[in-house]
Each structure stands twice: as C-alpha cells, then as structure tokens.
C-alpha cells in the first residue's frame, strides 16, 4: 500500500518537475530578457510596427474566424438535420478534415500557385481571379486552417442535442428562426463560443500563412520572428511582443471560465424524424460540393507541380523531380528527421499525457500536485506554439538541449499537452473506480493494474492520443520555427528556408511527402482502433476479472 502510495506521488513529482523545466522556467527567462533594461526607450514596445501588426493579426483573425464559425455551423446543420445520403456527407467530411493533414505554410504556397498570375486556375480562366498576396490570401488561408476544427467541435456537440424539442416548438406556434434560436442556438451557445476562440487563437498565433502569402502585410508572428531572426536581432523586443502575444490567451482563459455556466445538459437527449424537404436538401448539397470542391481545386496543385516538367513553361509529365529529391540529402535528412520527431513526440507524450491523466482521474483522494497538474494541462493550450519557441530559444541556446532533435520533441510534447490529456482523462473518468479496488485485493500491485485492466481498456483512446500528437508533430511550425538547426532540420522549417531561395519544387515534393506519411499513419490508427474495438482478449479479461471478484466473496463470505 504505501509503496502504491510513494510510486504514485514520485510520478506526480515528476510530472510536475517536467512542466516547471520546459513550461513555467522558460516563460520566466522570456519575462526576464524583455524587462532585463527598464529605461523609456528598452520598453516602448507600442511602436507604430507593434500597433500595426498586432491591428492586422487581431482584424484577420477575428475576420477569417466568424467566415468558418457561420460555415462551420451550416455545414454541421446539414450533417444532422437533413436527409442527405450518408455516403455523401461522409465523403464531403472526409474532404473537409484533409487540410488538417499538412502544415499551414504549404496553405500559402498552394494558393499562390492555385490563384496567383502564373496558377493552376488563372491559367483555366486565362485571368487573375483576385490578387492572391495580402487579405484575400490571408483570409482563404485562416478559413481553410480553422474551418475543419471549428466544424468537427459544432458538428460532435450538435449530435447530443434533443431535436424533439425543435418540434414541440414549432408545434406551440414559434416561427422557423424561433424555434432554430431556442431549441438549436442556446443550447449550443457555449460550444459555438469555444469553437469561435479556438479559431481565432489558431489564426492569431499562425505564423505559415501570413509568411507565405502575407505580402508587405505585417503581423505580430512575422514581427516576432524578425525579432529573433531578422538581420539585427533584437532580443528585449522580440520577448516584449512574445509577452503581448499572450494577451488572447488571457481574455479567452476568462471568457470560457464565463462560459462553463452555460452547459445545458438533457436527461436523454431524443432525436426527432426528419420531414422531407428536396429544397433544403439541394442547398446543403450545393454547400457541401462548393466547399469540397474549393479545398480540392486549391490543394490539386500538391499533386500537379511536382509531376510536370517546369509549371508553367513546361508541362510535359516526368517524374525527374521525384528523382532529385531523393538524391538530395538535405531533403532526406528533412523528411527522416521529421517522422523521429513525431514518431518521439507521439510515444513519449502520450506516456505522459496518460499517466498525468491517471494521477487525476482515478484517486479518490485530491492530491495538491495532481490539482497542480490538471491547472497546467489548461495553461499548456491557451500558450501560442511560438512564445514556447522563443522561451526555448531563450534558455537552451548554449546548452546541451540546443539544437538537438530532443528539445523539438520536448516544445512539441509541451505545446500540444492540453488535448491528449483531456481525452486520456475523459476515458478514463468513465471506468469503475472499484477496479483498483478489486485488483488490490487478489495481490496485483498498482502497476500491473495499469498495465492489465486500464490500458487494454482505454486502447482506442490511446491511438488517438498517438494519432494526435503525431500528426500535429508533423504539420506545426510555429514551435519549432526558432530551434531547428541543419542537422536537425524538420520539414515545415525546410519549407520557410526553401522560400527564401525559391526551390518552389521541393516545397510541394516535401509536402507531398509529408501528406502520403500522414495518410499511411491515418490509415494505420483507424485500422488499429477497429482491431482494438472487436479484440477478444480484453472481453475474456474482464470476464476472468468478474470469475475472481466472485470467488473472493464467497471465500469471505465463508
């Protein structure tokens, strides 16, 4: 029992001793550099650069983001309120979640090449349908970034919501808008509200996008970036617009803590028969094949540049590109060092996504530390990915950890904490508490217990968490943009660096690359959760857990 006890509280002591390392002390050094000098001219931070940029981000952002919430919402209305063929819409989804796969900084490189004067679509239209650098881009770029999450959130809370009382509205006499009002909206409002500032913190906090297609326009990521990058480095500068970078995550932090009291909760939500309506049905149709039909209009050109001899001048087919990227060991390097990374980031973040998940969903007794640790998953998702960066860059530049893959993996595993650990939380708040218990009692120690009762158990949502952090370990830039050195190299940096010398070829090679990994390992995890779903052994386990539990009574009892 109390080696149970002490095991339990040196992995809480661990865990903890993690997040003060890489989460708490390198925020403090980047408070410390931006006020290590205290005179008028170190802290005028509120220059016209910062007050325009900061302006652009703040206005783009809540732009782009109120785009894909409307869009979101409709396309989520159309998911589970009309009579649309199942296929259809599975199939439509399925094209909606694909942006997700590849980074944001390709976003910007495929719009140029869909839309700008030499693209794939001004060349079908033989014009420039719009000027591609500036707001168009930027704004076409954050909605095909943010749209799919924000649909994904609306569209899972939509699913539980009791549509009966929709027509008991309407049968009371309420008009169409109503009814959709108090029977739809409200009870939604908090998820809409949340899906909201998670879109506009994505967008706010992006830095692909804005490099790639932004222009002259400036943003407080590019800002930032030309703090600590640019041809004069400015440090101070450069961790007081990091600092103010912050500022969203506060405000939000507060608005979801306003929010928690909206929850409407339903005894046993009822799902009501849809009547039939051609009319309603067709404009959901013809939303979801426009939308479906954009994003594959703009991301064909991953797949048409690198097959054609030189766009636009030379289109004959040829698969000589392939060949060049595989001599060039740069690229190679690149692509290698990208999947460790993600391969790293997902094994070792989920261990601790789960046992930190463990210590606060399966004690009865609320430890200081395991409250500690639960405060710290919130915290982990409200911090932009490049003030982690720059935190990093910060403390580690001259150590051991400086450009090695491990302080990657490490920013990665930090970054991302917050979503992994809710869902191993979640899975594991809905198993019997008395399963401990139960184990404790026929002589297994806390460890086998893990092992043999709460793993085989939560399986599914383990690959999720696996598939989560792999797939954001592969796309993100904003984390890693300031840490990655030549030897270490991951590919969503490659790609900034390769701008720069205008290799656009590479580019749609490298992210063509990482697009066909991302899908192996998609196709990878949905077959391993279907095997983990139907895998007898678990049954069998628990029946042979029941058979013990039995026969311990009865021994009592005798």
């Known amino acids: 029992m109390r080696i149970t006890v002490s095991l339990k509280k040196l992995i809480s002591w661990i865990v903890l001793a993690f997040f003060f390392l890489f989460l708490a002390y390198p925020i403090i050094q980047i408070i410390l550099t931006a006020f290590s000098q205290t005179d008028k001219a170190s802290l005028d931070i509120f220059n016209h650069d910062w007050r325009v940029s900061f302006g652009n981000s703040l206005?783009?952002?809540?732009?782009?983001?109120?785009?894909?919430t409307v869009l979101g919402f409709l396309l989520a209305y159309g998911n589970n309120f009309t009579r649309i063929n199942r296929r259809f819409l599975k199939l439509n989804e399925s094209i909606l979640h694909f942006p997700m796969l590849l980074p944001t900084i390709t976003y910007g490189f495929v719009l140029i090449y869909a839309f700008g004067k030499q693209g794939l679509w001004s060349k079908v239209f033989q014009q420039e349908l719009f000027h591609i650098y500036g707001s168009i881009g930027?704004?076409?770029g954050f909605i095909i970034y943010t749209l799919p999450p924000i649909f994904i959130l609306i569209n899972n809370s939509m699913k539980y919501l009791d549509t009966q009382l929709?027509?008991?509205?309407?049968?009371?006499?309420?008009s169409w808008y109503r009814s959709?009002?108090?029977?739809i909206l409200t009870p939604l409002t908090r998820v809409l509200a949340v899906a909201f500032l998670q879109g506009f913190f994505m967008s706010f906090t992006d830095f692909g996008i804005p490099s790639a297609v932004g222009g002259q326009t400036p943003f407080i990521t590019t800002l930032l970036y030309e703090g600590f990058m640019g041809t004069i480095p400015n440090f101070q500068f450069g961790s007081l617009v990091a600092l103010t970078m912050l500022l969203p995550s506060i405000i939000s932090i507060l608005i979801l803590n306003h929010l928690q009291k909206k929850v409407v909760r339903y005894e046993r939500p009822r799902q009501a028969v849809i009547k039939k309506n051609a009319v309603r049905d067709w404009c959901f149709r013809l939303l979801f094949v426009s939308i479906s039909l954009f994003i594959l209009g703009?991301?064909?050109?991953?797949?048409?540049?690198?097959?054609?001899?030189?766009?636009?001048?030379?289109?004959?087919p040829t698969l000589n590109n392939f060949a060049q990227f595989i001599q060039d060991d740069s690229l190679v390097l690149t692509l290698r060092n990208s999947l460790l990374m993600a391969l790293l980031t997902a094994g070792l973040g989920t261990i601790i996504a789960y046992l930190a998940a463990i210590l606060t969903s399966r004690e009865r007794k609320i430890y200081k530390a395991n409250q500690i640790i639960d405060s710290i998953a919130?915290?982990?998702?409200?911090?932009?990915?490049?003030?982690?960066?720059?935190a990093y860059l910060l403390l580690f530049s001259g150590s051991q950890l400086h450009n090695t893959l491990l302080v990657l993996v490490i920013v990665t595993i930090v970054h991302y904490f917050s979503t992994p650990y809710q869902m191993a939380k979640e899975a594991l708040q809905k198993m019997n508490l008395n399963w401990e218990n139960t184990?404790?009692?026929?002589?297994?120690?806390?460890?086998?217990?893990?092992?043999?009762?709460?793993?085989?158990?939560s399986r599914v949502t383990i690959i999720d968490i696996f598939a989560y952090y792999f797939f954001n370990s592969m796309v993100t830039i904003s984390a890693v943009i300031f840490l990655t050195s030549a030897n270490t190299m991951v590919i969503t940096a490659k790609l900034k660096e390769l701008q720069h010398f205008g290799r656009f070829n590479d580019i749609f090679m490298l992210s063509l690359f990482l697009l066909i990994i991302n899908l192996i390992m998609q196709g990878l995890t949905q077959l391993l959760k279907k095997m983990s779903v139907s895998h007898l052994p678990v049954r069998q386990a628990k029946r042979k857990l029941n058979t013990k539990v039995t026969t311990i009574v009865q021994r009592k009892k005798a």
């Open 59 to 68: 206005k783009y952002s809540l732009a782009a983001t109120s785009c894909s």
């Open 138 to 140: 930027i704004l076409l």
């Open 166 to 174: 929709f027509i008991v509205s309407r049968l009371m006499g309420d």
């Open 180 to 183: 959709l009002y108090k029977t």
């Open 298 to 316: 703009v991301f064909a050109v991953l797949i048409i540049i690198p097959m054609v001899t030189n766009w636009p001048y030379d289109l004959k």
């Open 378 to 390: 919130t915290i982990t998702n409200s911090i932009p990915g490049m003030v982690l960066g720059v």
């Open 439 to 457: 184990a404790k009692l026929m002589g297994d120690s806390w460890l086998k217990t893990v092992w043999r009762i709460l793993i085989p158990n």
